[in-house]
């Protein structure tokens, strides 16, 4: 088998001249700019629907835009395989986060296409729109869309920086905004028997541990309060001693302390758990230098691959509000909260990979994945999903974002090694 698997070699050269166009179409100056429904997104899928095109890959787009472009299989009615990611970015982002997933599959199905292998199903890559939350306040709109199940009033949500709707600026590319609306899928669950997404590392776990690839175990569910508040007193900095202080600083900051102190009691205890205070801020209309505080707002975000583990977070943080409330003589509304799901990533396609890996001699590890990815989604649909994570420096979202084209290659076969194992015959 191994000569087998060396003899299918994904396309690198096409792989590096992709970037390259991604890199130069969609830079805008230091940073990659691929908004959502906008210019920069659409540049990407004029590529590599040219790339795919000259592949003479099958190419067709969803309602919502999103693009598949597929090598036929043996047995056409047969479910397909999809190997996916988005090709938006942040605001001065990276060339690789997203981008990636794509380019991986193309230069798999390009060797596949090279050699005359033919799969006993359809093999198709999906470029997936609007993934990043950044410009819409909506998950995963691409994938939700491409399953029907998109919220309509998630279209009226309006672009941070156009202020115009994501109906209107999906609309503007040419998707089909009323079959959106009305939930037409274009994906049906059972007519795919298993989603792979390829994506850079978003943390250094990888780089520290000198290990070119992850095997995703889970992405982490998020349960946060975004509009906390601890309500105090307002009083003079000096004159006030401690018995007569009702600080909400000084409160809200006791929570956060107990808060990091059960986060590393359950990770010692070996829960998976992240637990981060983004925003704390007083009102500026009341605050003062020589003021105690008399008001806070915070947001709690919450996230495991374990939501029982999530849930004791979240009662921990209820009960320590009230304890320390009354300690303080403050009080604590955590207010609602917003919650998604953790998603379990496919057991028996990780240990395949995880097999296929150690015989072609590439290190790999299982990990979790703390950010959100589009395979989520998939595995949400009962869709059997694996994940394979790049290493990289300097995290993602940002410029400096940094990817070795060996470990991408890396990721590219082993990504080929899985699809020719299990779609032979
Ligand atoms: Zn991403």
């Known amino acids: 088998m191994r000569g087998v698997l060396k003899e299918l070699v994904p396309d690198i050269v096409l792989a590096e001249r992709l970037f390259g166009e991604l890199a130069m179409r969609t830079r805008r100056g230091k940073g990659i700019v691929r908004e959502s429904y906008g210019a920069g997104e659409q540049a990407a899928h004029d590529i590599v629907r040219a790339a795919a095109e000259a592949l003479s890959l099958e190419v067709h787009a969803d309602a919502a835009q999103n693009l598949y472009m597929t090598l036929p299989g043996k047995d056409r009615r047969a479910p397909s395989v999809i190997i996916g990611s988005h090709l938006d970015s942040v605001d001065q982002g990276g060339n690789y986060d997203g981008a990636a997933g794509v380019i991986a599959g193309l230069a798999c199905l390009a060797g596949l296409r090279k050699s005359r292998w033919q799969p006993v199903c359809d093999v198709t890559v999906m470029a997936i729109r609007g993934e990043e ?72 776990l990888l780089i520290d541990q000198g290990i070119p690839l992850g095997l995703v175990t889970g992405i982490r569910g998020d349960l946060r309060y975004r509009d906390a ?33 059960e986060w590393l009691r359950l990770e010692q205890e070996g829960h998976d758990l992240v637990f981060t205070v983004g925003e704390l801020t007083t009102d500026p209309a009341h605050h003062g230098p020589s003021k105690v505080a008399g008001e806070t707002k915070f947001v709690l975000d919450i996230r495991s691959t374990d939501e029982d ?3 004791a977070m979240r009662d ?22 917003t919650y998604s799901e953790p998603a379990v990533l496919d057991f028996a396609m990780r240990k395949k990979m995880a097999l296929l890996a150690s015989r072609l001699d590439i290190p790999a590890i299982e990990m979790a994945s703390g950010a959100g990815h589009d395979a989520a989604v998939f595995a949400q649909f009962g869709v059997p999903s694996g994940m394979i994570f790049i290493r990289n420096d300097k995290g993602s979202h940002n410029p400096e974002e940094a990817m070795a084209m060996a470990d991408f290659e890396h990721a590219a076969q082993l990504l080929t090694a899985y699809l020719v194992t299990e779609l032979e015959g």
């Open 229 to 261: 508040r601890c309500y105090g007193v307002y009083g003079h900095s000096g004159a006030l001693s401690r018995q007569y202080r009702r600080d909400a600083v000084a409160a809200t900051t006791a929570l956060i302390q107990c808060l990091n102190d």
């Open 309 to 311: 583990v999530m849930y």
């Open 316 to 337: 921990a943080a209820c009960s320590l509000a009230d304890d320390i409330g009354r300690d303080m003589g403050v009080r604590f509304d955590l207010g609602s909260h």
């Open 133 to 204: 939350s950044v410009w819409f306040d909506v998950s995963y709109i691409g994938s939700m869309a491409a399953f029907g199940a998109l919220a309509p009033e998630e279209l009226n949500v309006t672009r941070s920086d156009s202020g115009r709707s994501l109906a209107d600026h999906m609309a503007q590319v040419g998707c089909n905004v009323e079959a959106v609306r009305r939930g037409e899928a274009y994906l049906r669950p059972e007519r795919v028997r298993a989603y792979l997404e390829v994506h850079i590392e978003q943390a250094p």
